[in-house]
């Protein structure tokens, strides 16, 4: 029996035991083109054979262009370079004014690649192993601009929080940087970072490696409606049906009340528990990560305060870049992989569902972060910076966050799965058609950027060992006919969702082999912020957002008005430059565009 026909038997073995248990019980307009996105109109580099290698023949765009592309030109190029090749032109080479920027700027980092950088080991103090991220020219820029002139937040540059990553005990590879990356509490948001798993290593957990919220993640439920049937009035009642069903904002409770004892379920079952509710549909959680749970997850390594937390708010989005959002295909770019995600034509209507374990999460971080810290003090630990606070993986304390994690990881994915029920409640209402049968509500996949999960890579081209991966503000990736892939993507790889921010584009792409060498089967996880928050609400004035997304026509329905800025596209980075950074590296590859029509926002 394969890894993965097991793994879904142990899954519907679980789903059958609490069944029986239940009936007994229950981060408006593009900002100015900045000096890196001028080098970026000037770029031009020999396109590697994984790229080159991809046919033009499958893209479908929602506009076609007005002059199309040559036959003989690679279609995986970013948008501005294809404009430059529909004009019959070829942009002159960045490759100097790059050497210039970093040399000028940040000497210690080195470029290796079409698209990546590195920081060798010792550039900060106990540093062990490289830190490497990628960029585009634009996405260059941020990041250097992050290192000289202060970060987004109030955390230590992005770049620099790599390297202090790479100095945690029992790393193994590089620390990795996704091209969303932007600083975060302790890891970088966007960081991926392999530890030593096997027995006797000193391999280390580190919450602030996994993030507040664990398993944040993305799910999108397709359907069978044209965008075109999706306008005006309709539009409106939608949205307004969408925010009426789906609880938002801070604190806020959620479309159920759980019980404790119905919670210590949801922690250890995850979707088996809504499927067993009717909440999900039995075919939901076969195209999510995981099948839906956590196997290694204790409701016991939950305290009474996260669990409080946890109980009225199932089936809510919260606040702050978590959404639901109603979006139509704008371009299809791998008609193949499109088909086996239900994805078939342009203007398709699709629904992408953001947001992850709420309150119980966050407390769950925020109690593992101060046994972390009492094991630095006990153990005369010194750290580059205290929000690395670790513990060894295979210790008490290690195992205890690691299944309390599992646990929060359940939270979410049925959080996510209480939300989708909403959403196919609202396209009833509207539509007056079955969910199902009618209106075709299937879920294309449910993957989290916010967790870490014991794999198996090879380290410098070694036989694959056992690592704890890391993955924070980063996405799976996963290739075709790797054993942990769903059954039914195993011939395209694993889908990768990626959300823009409000009123931008966001992607499907899907994992691939590159991936396994480069970036331990990860991709990025969204555009990534590029102003903090509070400087989005002193330099973008909300009413211009909101008139130019209404221009836009794209419907937005926001629980709090100061969200418009934090959120507005200017304080994110171009999704577009990412998600094609990303395939130009090789560790995803798109598959389809999505644009918004409506969104709802916490």
């Known amino acids: 029996m394969s890894d993965q026909k097991n793994r879904r038997v142990q899954v519907e073995v679980l789903g059958r035991r609490i069944s ?45 262009p007005k002059t199309p592309l ?24 960045d490759d100097d004014e790059i050497a210039t920027l970093l040399a000028s700027k940040a000497p210690f980092i080195h470029r290796i690649g079409l698209c990546a950088y590195e920081i060798s080991p010792g550039h900060v103090k106990g540093q062990q192993a ?25 955390f230590t540059a992005a770049a620099q929080q790599l390297c202090n990553v790479a100095t945690l005990p029992g790393i193994l590879g590089p620390s990795i940087g996704m091209p969303d990356i932007h600083s975060g509490y302790g890891f970088a948001i966007g960081n991926v970072a392999a530890f030593d798993a096997r027995p006797g290593s000193k391999g ?15 799910r999108v439920l397709r359907t069978s409606l044209h965008s075109d049937q999706v306008k005006g009035r309709i539009r409106e009642n939608l949205a307004q049906a969408l925010e009426e069903l789906i609880p938002v904002g801070i604190g806020e409770a959620g479309a159920i009340k759980l019980t404790i004892a119905e919670l210590d379920k ?63 295909v704008d371009t299809i770019y791998d008609a193949e992989a499109a088909n086996s995600m239900g994805i078939t034509r342009k203007g398709q209507v699709l629904v992408m569902i953001h947001t992850g374990s709420r309150g119980l999460g966050h407390q769950i971080a925020t109690d593992a972060l101060a046994i972390c810290d009492e094991y630095r003090a006990k153990h005369k630990i ?15 304390e290690g195992q205890d966050y690691l299944l309390a994690m599992g646990a929060a990881a359940n939270f979410a994915f049925v959080n996510r799965s209480v939300i989708a029920h909403q959403v196919r409640l609202a396209f009833e209402r509207i539509f007056h058609k079955d969910a199902r049968t009618d209106l075709d509500m299937h879920m294309i996949y449910d993957v989290s950027h916010n967790v870490a999960k014991f794999e198996e890579h090879e380290i410098d081209g070694r036989k694959k060992i056992p690592v704890l991966v890391h993955r924070k503000g980063a996405t799976r990736a996963f290739p075709a006919h790797h054993p942990d892939v769903s059954e039914k993507y195993e011939s395209i790889g694993q889908p990768v969702l990626i959300g823009g921010s409000m009123g931008t584009a966001s992607y499907v792409l899907v994992g691939t082999e590159v991936a396994m060498q480069e970036s331990f089967g990860s991709t990025c996880h969204g555009a990534g912020r590029a102003l903090s928050r509070s400087k989005a609400l002193k330099t973008l004035e909300s009413g211009n957002i909101m008139d130019a997304l209404h221009a836009q026509g794209v419907v937005v329905k926001v629980a709090s008005k100061h969200l418009i800025s934090e959120e507005a596209p200017a304080s994110y980075k171009d999704v577009d430059a990412v998600a094609d950074t990303c395939e130009i590296a090789g560790i995803s590859k798109r598959v389809a565009r999505l644009v918004p029509l409506a969104v709802v926002k916490g």
């Open 130 to 154: 490289p830190a490497k991220f990628f960029a585009s020219p634009p996405l260059l820029r941020l990041v250097i601009d992050e290192l000289t002139t202060g970060s987004p937040g109030s």
């Open 204 to 218: 280390v957990v580190s919450p602030g490696g996994v993030g507040f919220d664990i398993n944040c993640g993305v």
């Open 382 to 396: 010194k750290l580059v910076d205290r929000q690395l606070a670790y513990v060894p993986i295979h210790s008490p």
């Open 70 to 93: 040559s036959a003989s030109a690679p279609r995986l190029l970013p948008r501005s370079t294809e404009k430059c090749l529909e004009k019959g032109e070829g942009p002159p080479s």
């Open 20 to 64: 029986n248990t239940i009936q007994d019980h229950k981060e408006g307009s593009r900002p100015e083109p900045s000096e890196a996105t001028q080098l970026l109109e000037k770029s031009q580099h020999a396109i590697p054979k994984h790229v080159a290698s991809n046919k033009s023949s499958d893209e479908v765009h929602l506009e076609e």
């Open 266 to 328: 949801v922690l250890r079952y995850g979707m088996a528990y809504t499927e067993e509710k009717g909440i999900s549909w039995p075919e939901d959680r076969l195209v999510c990560e995981e099948l839906g749970c956590f196997q290694k997850a204790d409701p016991k390594k939950v305290s009474e305060r996260a669990k409080k937390r946890g109980c009225p708010q199932a089936g809510s989005l919260g606040s702050g870049n978590h959404y639901v959002e109603v979006q139509a």
